[in-house]
């Protein structure tokens, strides 16, 4: 089990940036995959990011690509997503989960956090 925490997020202006952080604990992080997803009103889950913890493999959807990073706090178990030139389409609950990289199923979910872009 891995047992995720996000903070950050919040109301910002269109081209603002903001940095979500995902703690994570548990079992033995380097044998997971952290990705990152949001959910606006009335639209599905998307995936923006997943990163394989403790690599710089990540991948990014076509909508966080040039955006959006993916960083980790080397000294501790964080993980970044910072999102530059926001835009008001990114206005979305976004929440952090895991898998085993062996698994495609997404087993441990964070609380959410929202993130509100105005125009």
């Known amino acids: 089990q891995v047992q995720l925490v996000e903070s950050g997020g919040g109301l910002v202006q269109a081209g603002d940036s903001v940095r979500l952080a995902c703690a994570a604990s548990g079992r033995t992080l380097g044998n997971y995959v952290i990705g990152w997803f949001r959910q606006a009103p009335g639209k599905e889950r998307e995936l923006v990011a997943a990163n394989r913890w403790g690599t710089t493999a990540t991948h990014y959807a076509d909508s966080a690509e040039g955006r959006f990073t993916v960083s980790r706090d080397k000294a501790g178990n964080t993980l970044f997503l910072r999102m530059n030139n926001l835009k008001p389409e990114d206005t979305a609950v976004y929440y952090c989960?895991?898998?085993?990289?062996?698994?495609?199923?997404?087993?441990?979910w964070g609380q959410g956090i929202q993130v509100t872009v105005s125009s």
């Open positions: 989960a895991s898998r085993h990289f062996t698994s495609d199923q997404y087993t441990n």
